[in-house]
């Protein structure tokens, strides 16, 4: 699997069982232990504040990025030292959804540079929450599963006023992070606020080879309050403004020069609706995405471009639970709206002729709505979950310009393109003390992402060849199965797990030889197409054993496979991976030593541009010390990554960009109780 | 909202009163001009005549297709005459001969009977030492006159060329010009072409049921082409060459081509290789 930074993943909280009980208790009032019990998902703690444990913490103040990587089941797509793309189950954005707080937001790069995820900071949130294929459903129709990041808030506890400042400096790409932040809260009302400024240059692969234009620079401000209106009611509110400049993308070919988000929202709360339903919460939300490509520091590019590109989303959500016998329900209404639009002018470099220009999004709206509602039965003994989800999508090409562009490629094309969506899952978990089985079954599906249905000519890097969208596509259906069993004792936990996706009308790009490309130097043109099937199948073994009861041991090997209806490679599925450590933790010090690594990749598709990922193994160590002081503390941890250096990369980097050689990081965060 | 909707009617009364004041006080047709919009290219003035020529685009003569609107006013009293017949002969007189090039019939607009429309294709520019001019024979109120004027012809501000003039491999000397689009879009649009083959010096006609195959390519941006172009093959109505072209974003196009004459044999152009960027016979636009 992946891991340039091994070192975090006894952060992963598996299940309630290790689950700290304060972060359930940050909800307003709802408790859905038992949710997560039943439901396969994994939940990275990303704040420690409110864990009060900062050992769990690999990394205090490591990017979201490294945090998400630790997940067993998501691997990071990287292009740079930054705004890494996640992928659950070995699928891409377009197959996931990816919500903030359960918030609706798209990137607005057309070439995949700034994922959802690189428009917050650790700093803003409080975890991360994983579900994987339709279990994850509750804010948007996926195939391959949603990454939820929860905001970190003051949630009305009485703490008072309390802050932190925090610093951390690695080594190998000199990258320097400060943050601050000061939040007051009492039962009637909170307000948090951060801030984190991180600035890294070029990065040195193993063997001190510089990776150029790995460089970034970017802050982060978020601010979020709440305020109890009635002892049964409360306003929320947060604002991030997240800014990045000067990132460098090493695996492509072009910078970025600016990629900013402002992300707001209003939510309102009440303890109960009409009576019986439970825990009505209610948000209206709004984001605006930028991002502003640029070659201008690049030498020897055959053509300057500006690429730049607007996401804006509207949204709402409310939802309600309702608590019956032995029924658990929650029901969800929401919807948004998303503008995207990008556009693409190339100046020729004969001065004298007019700068080519096109729109690559052609100012696509997309109007969705949807109903979900799950149902968490108790069968005396075991439990089943049963949720679904239907939406209405329209897809509208607002601007004549593109529209007019698109029908070059498709004469009859609609202006406007309605689609339904629908998901139904079924989810089921049985205890026989020790032993936990859980299976599921499921059927969803979506609709072409923005690129798919309406990209033009944008180029891909990895494979080297422009891609076309296409309107018409056939939504992709999934179905799928999967099921885990785990046998759990005191001193050791075994699981095993895997998942089965058959996935219809699987959209992929295939070359039309009869099409010129636009892209200096690329090698053809790919049109968006439904395979008509494919599958992915995805298992792994993990294991945790408690030496003593500081002292732990935890490992985990993985195998995937992704094949077409011709049986086929899918491309950017994970070779043989695994990853294994020892952690020590007494309260006052910790201590870990890790190893990732993964096999030689043997099924890779050339066609996609993939050639053979080789093997490697990476060690980590890494130390933690409480200090205290009065009624504040300082946290203190130090560190090394590939400790022996090794140059390697893994499948989902990008052209074979090599990973971060060995680095030393330290972090520092002091806090004032 | 009473008051809004009383203001709104009194407001629409009043526009509507002044307009039909400026309609009813004044002579006929010849008030509105009917060229207002469009641009004098020139005014030749003989015979106690002005011949006025417009272009809805061009400023000027230019190298290429021109299409021209005609009206003759009598200086003396201002008036425009209705149906008159004209014949119009440009001559381009080089240092070691004289020719003419494709021209249209001169036929009355079908709106305005003081105007008449056709087209010239220049294939060439003025310079200091060759220079066109034209010759008008015209009939107004039954007496014939002619007027010979030199004219400025250029190459168009752009300096793209519309217009081919070439030697076929039939040993057949040819005029090929575009006559749209000239708006270009990012879309797929219609191209228009006229073929011309000359009889002689002086005169020139249609050629019918030839093709011209069309390869439209950015040569500032790898040399690529668009998908979804048809060649341009003749209609008899317009006789002209009609087919689509492509363009998949702003910018300069060179439109190679390829003139193929009716049993598909290539008089003139290549194709478009990894070594051959450019077919010797081409369009070029930049929008």
Redesign the interface.
Known sequence: METGRPINYWVLLLGICIFPKDIGAQELVLQRDSVITINLDEVILISARKALDYHRQPKPLSTLDEYLESSKKVDMVKRGAYAWEPTLNNMFSERLSVTIDGMKIFGACTDKMDPVTSYVDVSNLSQAHIASGQQGTEHGNTIGGAINLELDRGNFKDTGLYGGVETGFESNNQMGVVGAELNYSNPNFYVDTDIIYRKAENYFAGGDQEVDFSQFEKYNFSANGGYKIAEDQALTGSLIYDEARDVGYPALTMDVSLARAIIASVGFEQNTLWGSLRNWKSKLYFNKVTHVMDDTKRPDV??HMDMPGWSDTYGFYTQAALQAKKHQLLFKVDGYYNKSLAE?T?Y???PN???????TWPDVRTANGGIYAEDELDLNGSFLKIATRMTVQNQNVADE?GL??L???Y?EMEKSKTRFLKSISGQWHKMWMPWHFNAGLSYGDRAPSVTEGYG??LFNSFDNHDYIGDPELANEKSMEANAKISWEKSKLKLSAEANYFHIADYIIGEIDP????????AEGVKIYKNLEYANLFNTSLDVEYAILPELKWSGLISYHRGTDNNGGNIPFISPFSYRSGFQFDNRSFSAALRVTGAGKQVNYNPEFGEDQTKAYTVCSLTFGKTFNFNNDSMYAKFGVENIFDENYSTYTDWKNIPRMGRNFFLTLSYSIN | MKTIKLGLITFIAAIGLSSCSSDGDDSPKNEIDPLAEFNLVTNITANGHSLELYSEEKTGFTTGYNELFVRIKNTADDTYYANPEITWLPVMHMMSMNHSCPISEVNITDDYDTVAKGYIVFQMPGNADEFWDITFTYTVAGQEFSVTETIDVTAPSDGKQTVSSFMGSDETRYVLAMVEPTDP????NDIEALLYKMDSMMSFSHVENYSVALDPR?P???N?????NEDLTYDAASKSYKGKL???????WKLNLKLLNSTGEVLKGEDITEENEASSLYFEL??
């Open positions: 055959p053509i693409m190339m020729p470099n004969d002729e007019l700068p080519m220009f096109m729109l310009f007019n562009s029908k070059i490629f004469p033009f000519y009869s099409l010129s490309v636009m892209t200096i130097g | 879009e990012v879309a797929v950015m500032g941006m790898g690529h082409s668009s998908p979804n492509s363009l998949t974003m702003t910018g300069y930049e929008f």
